[in-house]
């Protein structure tokens, strides 16, 4: 059993969970210029849907929340809209827990797993880190897709040694839970 857990997100958590991605924005936000609390606000209350969101917690503790939806634009993807850890609860094996629900999720759901991070985020290491590719930018963001392996593929890339990056064969074939 693992040490942390998902729960579900109520509409009286807003308040609670708009101070946790500040305390987590917060310092990508200034290295931009672009911290400004009152558009975050906006930003997020537009944002908020509890039905697609999760409180992350360890043990009894909330240490963070993310947003997992398939958004109307793009339905053969699903997209982790946040993800947000409490400082004092980063770098501890959490946020690669909640990659790895999401990824399952994706693999579930037969759909690739996409995500944005601000640009001078600690975050796009992060992300690389954990198998997802940059491939596209904004203003203040990057944009990054995990794509469904090919079937075989994660047996493959489960053999390469930790810290080197697999070279992909260009075989073709159908993907994980795909027709």
Not at 34 to 61: K, N, V, W
Not at 139 to 154: A, H, S
Not at 158 to 165: E, F, K, L, M, N
């Amino acid at each position: 059993m693992s040490a942390y857990q998902l729960q579900p997100v109520a509409a009286e958590d807003l308040d609670a969970l708009f101070q946790l991605r500040m305390e987590a924005l917060r310092p990508s936000l200034e290295r931009l210029g672009r911290y400004d609390l009152a558009r975050s606000r906006e930003r997020f209350q537009t944002l908020f849907d509890p039905a697609t969101m999760r409180h992350i917690c360890r043990g009894s503790e909330r240490v963070g929340f993310l947003m997992l939806h398939t958004p109307p634009t793009e339905p053969a993807v699903l997209r982790l809209e946040q993800l947000y850890l409490q400082p004092a609860a980063q770098s501890q094996g959490i946020g690669a827990w909640v990659l790895s629900w999401a990824k399952d999720q994706a693999r579930r759901a037969g759909r690739d797993l996409s995500l944005s991070a601000l640009k001078l985020s600690d975050a796009n290491r992060f992300y690389l880190r954990h198998g997802f590719k940059a491939v596209g930018e904004s203003e203040f963001d990057i944009d990054y897709l995990w794509r469904l392996p090919v079937v075989g593929e994660e047996a493959r890339l489960a053999q390469v040694p930790d810290g080197i990056a697999p070279v992909w064969s260009g075989v073709q074939g159908k993907r994980t839970g795909r027709e």
